[in-house]
């Protein structure tokens, strides 16, 4: 299991101004990160875009993703949604090979109950080749997966973890002190990478490794080696760009970055708005402070 602990980067898609994808800007992008430190890719995950991605595209996005990993990290795919039937049907019409772990987020929009979650959730164990995460984030979904439902499904022989995003302390703490030790809680909010850490987590799925890499791999690592000090000196290298990171959205926050940084360009796809000229001064008078 220690091939999901550290840093997961939860990659984004680089596009060109015609909202194709650039796979120049990829190339570049990943070996930007890999040289920051990440332990793992995380593909066509929110970040990602996922949700605007067409299915062709997102077969040329996992095979470009193999084939430019020289190293060998592992990679998760994002494979969630909310209609459960549709989920277990596409299993047959993807590649699996190089892939470690799906990455499943709770099925937005329905609402289900607890219990709707936990047979979602079964089912597409069920049916998964490879091991999975379970993704919590109720701030997009409109629900909140439970301590007592992550733990009924942390029994199922192909699940390994949960990427904890509703940034509730308590939760991860109810989720550790009943889980068994070879359940991984995954931390899913870049700022809380340390407190959750300090109760039991082993890394994170970041959004912000995307732009600093090295910064957050290294905090990741302090932290995960119980040098909470180091690792808070790292945290508040980037701390103060946090809320500005998601202030009109993920990935809005992180592409204006990697603009300036010169490593792709901003461009998103509808829904999404680009940077705001206003985010773009403000993320550069922060970088530089």
């Known amino acids: 299991m220690k091939k999901y602990y550290g840093t997961g980067v939860a990659l984004i898609t680089p596009f060109k101004k015609d909202l194709s994808i650039d ?6 992008h990943l070996e930007y990160v890999i040289k920051g430190g990440v332990d793992y890719f995380v593909v066509l995950g929110t970040t990602g ?37 549709q989920l277990v049907d596409e299993f047959s019409k993807i590649n699996f090979d190089g892939i470690d772990a799906i990455l499943t987020v709770n099925p937005y929009y329905n609402k289900p109950s607890q219990e709707g979650l936990y047979q979602h959730f079964r089912s597409v164990c069920d049916a998964s080749p ?22 009924r499904l942390a029994s199922h022989p192909k699940v390994v973890g949960i990427k904890e995003a509703s940034g509730d302390l308590a939760q991860c703490i109810d989720i550790v002190k009943a889980k068994s030790d070879n359940f991984l809680l995954i931390g899913g909010d870049d700022i809380l990478t340390i407190p959750t850490i300090s109760v039991g987590g082993v890394g994170a799925i970041s959004a912000i490794s995307n732009a600093f890499p090295a910064i957050t791999s290294k905090m990741t690592n302090l932290a995960l080696a119980n040098d909470y000090a180091n690792a808070n000196i790292e945290l508040h290298k980037f701390c103060h760009l946090n809320k500005l990171f998601f202030e009109e959205g993920n990935p809005v926050g992180v592409k204006i970055m990697l603009d300036i940084l010169g490593i792709c360009k901003p461009y998103v796809r509808l829904p999404l708005m680009n940077a705001s000229d206003s985010l773009r001064e403000k993320m550069k008078i922060a970088l530089e402070n």
């Open 23 to 28: 796979f120049a800007a990829f190339e570049k």
């Open 49 to 85: 875009e996922s949700s605007t991605i067409t299915p062709n595209e997102k077969i040329e996005i996992l095979q470009f993703v193999k084939k430019n990993n020289p190293t060998k990290l592992p990679i998760v795919l994002g494979h969630g949604g909310n209609n459960t039937l």
């Open 130 to 151: 490879v091991e999975v995460i379970l993704y919590n984030i109720p701030s997009r979904t409109g629900v909140n997966m439970l301590p007592e439902t992550t733990l």
